[in-house]
């Protein structure tokens, strides 16, 4: 069994950056894709980034993309996102998510969501 654990979510202002982190046990962590969700009151789970086993390839849509970076150290099995010039509309719950049959389709393959998320309010 997969568990998560996500920190680093808060008030933020516009412009401005955080970085969440994504503990992961329960499974080999280094040989599998993991990525990032996020989800905003009233809107559907969002793909926010992927990154394969590796580190080396990683993959944003246009929304995050130049704002957004993922990374992993896969001695510590956490993957991280920082995001950078923070805007509103990425006030969301951000949820990490590790590759898992019948997860949710990305260009890295499917991705499961395990954990509860963090919360990121950005403020104008």
């Known amino acids: 069994q997969v568990h998560v654990v996500e920190s680093g979510g808060g008030l933020v202002q516009a412009g401005g950056s955080l970085r969440l982190s994504c503990v992961v046990s329960?499974?080999?962590?280094?040989?599998?894709?993991a990525g990032w969700f996020r989800q905003a009151p009233g809107n559907e789970r969002e793909f926010v980034a992927a990154?394969?086993?590796?580190?080396?390839?990683?993959f944003y849509p246009d929304s995050v993309r130049g704002r957004f970076t993922i990374f992993r150290d896969n001695a510590k099995s956490t993957i991280y996102l920082q995001m950078n010039r923070l805007k509103l509309e990425d006030t969301a719950v951000y949820y990490c998510?590790?590759?898992?049959?019948?997860?949710?389709?990305?260009?890295?393959?499917?991705?499961?969501?395990w954990g509860q998320g963090t919360l990121v309010t950005v403020s104008s």
């Open positions: 329960g499974r080999t962590f280094s040989t599998y894709t």
């Open positions: 990154i394969d086993w590796s580190g080396h390839n990683t």
């Open positions: 998510a590790v590759q898992a049959e019948g997860g949710i389709s990305t260009p890295f393959g499917e991705l499961r969501v």
